[in-house]
């Protein structure tokens, strides 16, 4: 009994440390994109080079957690809700590796629209938006991780339909400047990748909420483990 109730500790002690890796993954991960936001907004690369380094920081502590988690099931085989927790953990440090790596695109597109001197853009209104949407719903979704608060993120996808409006809205908007000569072409091209990183960044905050439900409720088979058919088709780069 005393190596069962030793083991149960260091289990305990186990997902402690994950929870705490994983709540500090998701703060670097939404820096990284409250900062590029920063300087679309502002059209200047004040945050640039702290997105580049934030992404290498989000990068290394996702490893760290990977391996967290193999241990954690290697050493103390751990079932029901506490293997929810892990593959759980697992899954969302893909998701906020992603959203670190979309945050970095985000300033590079942003660096070819300065060197291309940008000027105002009736898109870029709706891309800021989109980014506060963005933004609240990766805020969203981790307070329910942090919290356990299945409930609150139950309904995350109805954020991302307006995110998805948006997202169409742009696309149409920007292809047919471009087509009208209105818009210069290499500018165009640089708007249309901040749009669709801001879509991809949104599906994985979706994603998130969804892992979060599957680990506290057990809902939704095989979430607290992979992402999404939507998701999985959109991230193969």
Known sequence: ???TGVQRKALAQGLDRLNEDVRTLADLAELAIRKAMDDLHRKEAAEAEEVATLDKEIYGLQLAVEKTCVDLIA??????KDLRTITTCLGITTDLDRVGRYARDITEAEEGLRKLEMGDHPQLADLIRMGDLTIHMLDTAIRAFTTRDAESVKDISKFDDSVDDLHDKVFKELVQAMKDRTLDPEVGAHLVLVNRHLERIADHAVNIGHRVV?????EGPG???LPTKALREQDTS
């Open 1 to 3: 009994m005393k190596s």
């Open 223 to 225: 979430r607290g483990i």
């Open 214 to 218: 599957y680990m506290v409720t057990g």
């Open 75 to 80: 050493l103390h085989a751990p079932v029901a």
